[in-house]
């Protein structure tokens, strides 16, 4: 027996070790690659608009203005707004509003997103802060991405988990509608959840 444990430790994992350590010189303290200590999210493409992979629901023409029945008048603020008929129904006004460059209810594409700034958080990643004052009722900022079918999410999830990824920028919209700001979004992929939130998200609808 201690013939043939001399013999293994010539040929085995030890006697590698050993001339490893001989080549090497003395041990030098372990240190992780500079790169590891500064990791960062996948970077990601700044778009303006959803960009569709998958079918996009199409508008019938004769619901153009539909909803648009409310019209400015002379020293009257009366315009469309939170408060008309497609605001209440969570809906954006058409093209065919008689309110015309005044309406208050654009499409999202069409408001100005408020100023915001993006923070690094003490244990949530990055974030998103305003860095300008708003009101209650005001819009923010659209979530945009790419919007994909439920198929196409589950091949991204899973890769995604492959490669060791926690942080997701999915929202569901619709059935077999999902928009993905991983790869493609603006600052608003950065809304985090929160214990006491003093933002929320709505769908509306564009016609």
Excluded at 47 to 70: H, M, P, Q, W
Aim: charged content about 30%.
């Amino acid at each position: 027996m201690p013939a043939m444990k001399k013999k293994f430790d010539r040929s085995g994992i030890a006697h590698i070790f050993n001339h490893l350590i001989k080549d090497v010189g003395n041990p030098m303290e372990f240190e992780l690659p500079y790169w590891f200590n500064e990791w960062k999210p996948l970077p990601y493409t700044n778009i303006k608009r959803n960009i569709y992979l998958t079918k996009k629901i199409k508008r019938r023409v004769e619901d153009d203005g539909i909803f648009c029945s409310c019209s400015s008048s002379v020293g009257s603020s009366g315009v469309c707004g939170l408060d008309c008929h497609c605001g209440m129904l969570l809906s954006s006004c058409s093209s065919g509003c008689k309110c015309g460059s005044s309406c208050l209810n654009k499409p999202f594409h069409q408001r100005p997103s408020k100023k915001m700034k993006l923070v690094k958080t003490e244990k949530c990643g990055s974030g998103i802060v305003a860095d300008e004052d708003i009101k209650q009722g005001e819009f923010v900022v659209e979530y945009v991405g790419e919007v994909i079918d439920d198929k196409t999410c589950e091949e991204r999830l899973w890769k995604m988990k492959h490669r060791g990824e926690t942080n997701f920028y999915l929202c569901e919209i619709n059935r077999d509608m999902v928009i993905d700001a991983t790869y493609k979004g603006n600052k608003s992929r950065f809304i985090n959840h929160s214990c006491c939130p003093n933002t929320e998200m709505q769908k509306w609808l564009s016609i």
